[in-house]
C-alpha cells in the first residue's frame, strides 16, 4: 500500500527536533498570537546598573522575562492588577516579583532598580527567498552607528512566527549584537507554506543573509547564522549556499532525523531500567519504524504489523515513544491514513548533515545539552569531536543537568522534568562568539568539549 504523503505525516504530532514541553516556545503553532492584552510590555529594558530585562510575549496570556543570566519566569496579572511571576516554566510563584508601569510610560522595577525601554535600530524587510516566496522580515540593531556583528535567526520546528516570538532579536541588540529574524514561509506575513524541508528552508536562511547584509549597509561587521533545534541541520546547510563569518547551533543535532527517533526510543528504554537484550529488539522495531517513514509510506504496513505482532506481549513494548515509534506502534492504520494529509508538512528524513559538515570553512559553535531527551547528544557529540581532529572548525560547548533548549530542570519523583530556567553562560556564549568567534573565560558550567586541531 504506497503512501505517499507520509514523509512528514507525523511532525505536528512528535517533536521532530521541536522543544520538548519543558522547554518548548510559547506559541508553536502557525496561528499563534501574542496576547494583545498586554503585547505592548514587550521590550527590553535597561536598568540603573546597566543591566537588563527582556519581556516577551507568550500566545496564550501573559508575558515572559529573562535575564543574561539564564534566570527566567512567567508574568501574569492577578485580580489586583499586579504581575505575578512564576519561576522557569513552573507554577511556583518565587524569585524576583517584577512590575511593569503603564505602557506609555515603557517602565519596569526590578528588584530595587527602575528600568527603561531600550530603543533600537529596527529596519522592517520584505526578501525572496526559495522558489520566489516573498519573506518578511526585520533588522535590529544596537543604539548607534558603527558596524556590528549580526546573527541572521534561523527558526526550529515551530511554526509560530519569530517575529512576535524570538526573544534574541531584543537582547541581543541589548548587548551590542544586530539581529535579522524573519518569519518562516507561511506565517508571520511571509508568503507560501508551512513546511519542513530542510533544502527549502536553507535556502531561505541564505536569502536572510543576504538581505541582513543589504538593509545593514555600513553597520554590517561579522554577520552568521544562529540556528537552534531543527535549524541546527538548517544553518550549516544554509552557510554552504553563502558566505558567513560563522555559524551558531544550539542544541541540534549533526545526524539525521532518523536516528534521532531510534536514539529517543534507546534513552526512553534506559530510563525504564530495560538492558541489553531489550534495546537490541527495540531497534529491529525502529529499523520498521524508519524505513516506513523514509519511504513516505510505500513500504506499506506489513512491516509494523509483524513487529507489532511480535513484541505487543512483550512488558517494555509499552515504554517505546521515541519521536514517532510510539505513535506508529500504537495508532490503528486507518487513523494513520486518515490523519495524514493534514500533517504532511515535508520533513527532510533523510537529511544526513554529515557531508555539509565536512566541507564547511565558516567557524561553528555547537551549544548542546549533556541530558537532552529530545536531541539526544551521544552521537552528535562523537561526531563533533571527530570532525574537529581532522581539522574542521568546529567547538563544541556542552552543559551538564540541562536539557533540550539548554534548559536547567528538576526532575519529580514520577521523572517527569519542569524546566526551571536557561543554563548561565549559555546566553553569553551565543553572544560572544557572534561578537568574536571565540570564547573565553568560564561560560557558568558550560564544558569545551572540542576545538579545532591546529
Known amino acids: 500500500m504506497s503512501q505517499s504523503w507520509l514523509i512528514a505525516a507525523l511532525t505536528l504530532i512528535v517533536s521532530t527536533v521541536a522543544a520538548p514541553a519543558l ?34 510575549p507568550l500566545a ?22 499586579r504581575w505575578i511571576s512564576t519561576l522557569g516554566f513552573t507554577d511556583r510563584v518565587e524569585g524576583p516579583q517584577p512590575q511593569l508601569g503603564p505602557c506609555e510610560e515603557g517602565r519596569i522595577a526590578f528588584e530595587g532598580q527602575t528600568g527603561r525601554w531600550l530603543a533600537l535600530d529596527v529596519r522592517e524587510a520584505r526578501f525572496v527567498g526559495h522558489g520566489g516566496t516573498h519573506l518578511k522580515g526585520r533588522l535590529i540593531l544596537p543604539p548607534g552607528d558603527g558596524p556590528v556583528p549580526i546573527m541572521v535567526e534561523v527558526h526550529g520546528s515551530e511554526g509560530a512566527n519569530a517575529l512576535d516570538f524570538n526573544a534574541f532579536q531584543r537582547f541581543a541588540p541589548a548587548e551590542g549584537v544586530g539581529v535579522f529574524v524573519y518569519a518562516k514561509r507561511g506565517s508571520g506575513g511571509s508568503e507560501g507554506r508551512y513546511t519542513q524541508d530542510f533544502h527549502v528552508l ?12 543589504r538593509l545593514a549597509g555600513d553597520r554590517a561587521g561579522r554577520v552568521g547564522l544562529h540556528g537552534a533545534s531543527q535549524g541546527g541541520w538548517l544553518a550549516p546547510l544554509a552557510a554552504s549556499l553563502t558566505p558567513v563569518d ?41 529499523d520498521v519504524t524508519g524505513a516506513f517513514i523514509a519511504s513516505h509510506g510505500a513500504v506499506g504496513f506489513d512491516g509494523l504489523e509483524a513487529v507489532r505482532a511480535r513484541y505487543r506481549g ?25 490523519m495524514a494529509p493534514a500533517l504532511d508538512v515535508g520533513t527532510s528524513w533523510d537529511y544526513d548533515p554529515l557531508p555539509v559538515l565536512s566541507r564547511l570553512d565558516a567557524p561553528m559553535l555547537w551549544i548542546q545539552a549533556e541530558d537532552d531527551t529530545g536531541a539526544p547528544p551521544d552521537a552528535t557529540r562523537q561526531r563533533l569531536i571527530d570532525l574537529a581532529a581532522q581539522g574542521r572548525p568546529v567547538t563544541l560547548l556542552e552543559y551538564p543537568d540541562t536539557d533540550h533548549g539548554i534548559v536547567r530542570f528538576e526532575t519529580a519523583a514520577d521523572g517527569k522534568r519542569t524546566a526551571i530556567g536557561y543554563a548561565p553562560g549559555y546566553y553569553r556564549a551565543v553572544l560572544d562568539w557572534a561578537r568574536t568567534g571565540r570564547l ?8 569545551l568539549l572540542a576545538t579545532p586541531s591546529p
Open 202 to 213: 536553507a535556502e531561505d536562511a541564505a536569502a536572510a543573509v543576504i538581505e541582513a547584509r
Open 23 to 56: 522547554a518548548q516556545a510559547p506559541g508553536a503553532d502557525v496561528d499563534a498570537r501574542p496576547d494583545p492584552a498586554v503585547v505592548c510590555h514587550v521590550g527590553v529594558y535597561r536598568l540603573g546598573d546597566g543591566s537588563w530585562v527582556d519581556v516577551a
Open 246 to 286: 560563522f555559524v551558531t547551533v544550539g542544541f541540534g543535532l549533526a545526524y539525521g532525523a532518523l536516528a534521532e527517533d531510534s536514539d529517543q526510543v534507546m534513552l526512553d528504554l534506559k530510563a525504564k531500567g530495560w538492558g541489553a537484550d531489550v534495546l537490541e529488539q527495540a531497534r529491529e522495531i525502529t
Open 314 to 338: 512483550q512488558p517494555w513494548f509499552a515504554d517505546i515513544r521515541g519521536e514517532f515509534t510510539g505513535f506508529l506502534l500504537n495508532t490503528p492504520n486507518d487513523q494513520i491514513v486518515a
Open 440 to 447: 573565553g573565560g568560564v561560560y557558568g558550567e558550560g564544558r
Open 60 to 81: 496564550d496570556a501573559g508575558l515572559r522575562w529573562r535575564r543574561l543570566d539564564g534566570s527566567t519566569a512567567r508574568m501574569m496579572l492577578d485580580a489586583q492588577g
